[in-house]
């Protein structure tokens, strides 16, 4: 197996779609907006310089997921994916993605960003694979808890290895991989693989990439960019 990897979050999107959801509950009127919105732009600037807690963070993003019925959760996420996903997916994403399955690589979105925003996300995208932090689902429902490891930093090492366990597939694939982020939080996986590429990447991993002399690119263009051309 020759695993391509990517991140989903302002790397194959041009924006966060955990932070969007968030605001777009909000604006629906399915959480208290006041409260909500500050407490969701907190999580994400926590998120941004690395100090996230993620255990806090999903009691918190989960909390929705608990309170309403899954019918009327698929009915706000369709709206959500026309308005707000459709229009942010990054110009030359589909590009970079082809690009891959013309090798005959596999790919695997992995995010830290729950699997009940992301699995159509992904299927918008035409990757069968993803891997995404979990929420608890019993009986018809969100109970508003974590469902295993977090799909973040290192978590996202862990899951990648218990995924290829579960395939049949030796650990040493990620050592033969390529991997795309834009943040800080990536790094560790980053390290683990044999082709790391920074997008549109935040500072700490810019500066992390120029250091270990790994490539920057941009997905914001209409065609794959290297950052010395993005401007």
Same mark, same amino acid.
């Given at each position: 197996? /020759? ?42 600037? /926590? ?26 959760? /698929? ?132 500066e992390h990439a120029r250091g270990h002399g790994w490539p920057q690119i941009s997905l914001r263009q209409p065609v794959v960019v290297p950052r010395s051309q993005a401007g």
């Open positions: 197996m /020759q695993l391509a990897i990517f991140d989903l979050d302002n790397t194959l999107l041009a924006g966060d779609s955990d932070h969007a959801w968030g605001e777009f509950l909000a604006e629906v009127g399915a959480v208290d907006a006041e409260s909500y919105t500050r407490a969701n732009d907190d999580f994400y600037a /926590q998120y941004l310089a690395g100090t996230l807690d993620i255990y806090e963070f999903c009691r918190f993003v989960f909390r929705p997921l608990a309170h309403h019925p899954l019918e009327q959760l /698929q009915r706000w996420r369709d709206e959500f994916l026309r308005e707000r996903i459709q229009p942010m997916i990054a110009p030359a994403a589909g590009e970079l993605l082809e690009r891959h399955r013309g090798a005959g690589d596999t790919l695997l979105i992995i995010t830290a960003t729950n699997s009940f925003v992301t699995r159509p996300i992904a299927d918008m995208l035409g990757v069968e694979h993803l891997l995404a932090t979990e929420p608890e689902f019993r009986e018809g429902r969100y109970t508003g808890e974590l469902d295993g490891i977090p799909c973040f930093q290192e978590g996202k090492v862990e899951r990648l290895k218990l995924w290829l366990n579960k395939r049949g597939q030796p650990e040493d694939v990620i050592a033969r991989a390529s991997f795309y982020s834009d943040s800080r939080n990536d790094i560790p996986l980053l390290e683990q693989v044999r082709e790391p590429v920074a997008v549109d990447a935040d500072p700490v991993l810019a």
